[in-house]
Nanobody
């Protein structure tokens, strides 16, 4: 059974940090790109980061570039998302997803095969 399980969400003050994790099972981890998406209330789900677990290459959207970092622990089939300098506009449900790499990073929801259940991140004072 394929599973992606996010953890690490919570409530944090503006300027604070959180570390999300995405634990994968049931598929060959390093054959896939792991992407991070988020969905704020009333908005569409948007992708903002990917990591190619086979070589560690990454993609970042401008909205989070320089504030977030991503790493892959292939021995544990886990991807970590370190989020620093959090802003209220980062408030959303955060999802990880697994998709194939076919020469370029998958940036759209439909390019991903497997999804986690999501974890809430709230940035508020």
């Amino acid at each position: 059974e394929v599973q992606l399980v996010e953890s690490g969400g919570g409530l944090v003050q503006p300027g604070g940090s959180l570390r999300l994790s995405c634990a994968a099972s049931g598929f060959t981890f390093d054959d896939y790109v792991i992407g991070w998406f988020r969905q704020a209330p009333g908005k569409e789900r948007e992708g903002f980061s990917c990591i190619n677990t086979s070589d560690g290459s990454t993609y970042w959207a401008d909205s989070v570039k320089g504030r977030f970092t991503i790493s892959s622990d292939n021995a544990k089939n886990t991807v970590h998302l370190q989020m620093n300098s959090l802003k209220p506009e980062d408030t959303a449900v955060y999802y990880c997803a697994a998709g194939a790499y076919s020469g370029s990073f998958p940036l759209h929801i439909y390019e991903y095969d497997y999804w986690g259940q999501g974890t809430q991140v709230t940035v508020s004072s």
